[in-house]
């Protein structure tokens, strides 16, 4: 997944979330599914440890990167998370769909380390998770597995790395909040990204069927299976044409269904 979603200003956040009865029926979805109450917050306003989808993909330094110079400049992020210990940090490890969270739109009452990288496969991300080793998160949200059946990797190898990277997680890090996220659904026939020929040998079918057995690996190492899959499918069980700028990678719309989950859920753990 190596093509990723345009910055977009900020007056385009106000007037998605203007869209009060698509939010208002996302939220109710959310809490259907998790049995949550939902409570408003009033933590103040906090800085990212990290910025890196600040700066439009395309024109950015950092999109010009190799997989090794990601990994570098990561590392030193993370590094910079471990010496300073600010409070209330949440970790966002997995590929471009994480990279690309604009800042405006990650929930404010907490501290961002984004730790994502374009076109990144369990197997990567498994390899570098020490790098925020040192950290002290209170929050570990992982999202990956999209990259690997692009590029043709069987199921049991998606989900025995998938079981690798919480069980190392959960050990690394006993005290941290850790939350896998499902993975999302593409736009199969209506997807216009470059490799859309690709996606359309991947049925979301079988993305549900992976998404079962990984809220199982989730329940059996300990750890909060967050459900993101059906609040972005349509009737046709393909991600909704709104959420999406391409038929994988998220529009504004998307981000902002993808924080309420994030804070809808994040607040019935807190409770």
């Known amino acids: ?10 007056w385009a956040f106000f007037s998605l979330v203007s ?4 939010m208002l029926a996302v939220i109710l979805l959310i809490w259907q599914q998790q049995k949550l109450s939902i409570f408003s917050s009033n933590a103040p306003l906090s800085v990212p440890v990290s910025q890196p989808q600040a700066v439009a ?6 999109h010009q990167l190799n997989y090794q110079q990601w990994v570098d400049i990561l590392k030193q992020e993370a590094n910079v998370a471990a010496e300073k210990r600010p409070q209330r ?4 490890a997995g590929d471009s769909l994480s990279l690309w969270f604009p800042v405006e739109l990650l929930p404010e009452d907490r501290n961002w380390l984004n730790q994502g990288i374009s076109g990144e496969t369990s197997r990567g991300l498994l390899q570098r998770l020490n790098l925020f080793d040192k ?3 209170e929050t570990i949200f992982v999202m990956i597995g999209i990259n690997d059946l692009i590029r043709g990797v069987n199921d049991e190898v998606i989900l025995d790395n998938q079981r690798q990277i919480l069980r190392y997680l959960r050990k690394t890090h006993p005290k941290t909040q850790i939350f896998v996220q499902s993975i999302l659904p593409h736009g199969a026939e209506d997807a216009t990204w470059e490799g859309k020929e690709k996606l359309l040998a991947i049925p979301n079918s079988r993305i549900q069927k992976l998404n079962q057995q990984l809220r199982s690996i989730a329940t059996k190492q300990n750890v909060k299976y967050l459900d993101l899959y059906p609040l972005f499918t349509n009737q046709k069980g393909n991600i909704r044409p709104e959420f999406t700028t391409d038929g994988l990678h998220l529009s504004p719309a998307g981000y902002v269904v993808w924080r309420t989950a994030l804070q809808v859920y994040q607040q019935g753990v807190d409770r």
């Not at 869209?19 to 698509?22: A, D, E, K, T, Y």
């Open 57 to 62: 993909p395309e024109l950015g330094p950092r």
């Open 89 to 92: 940090l949440s970790i966002m």
């Open 19 to 22: 869209n009060g009865i698509l």
């Open 1 to 10: 997944m190596s093509t990723a979603t345009k910055h977009f200003p900020a």
């Open 135 to 137: 950290t002290q998160p």
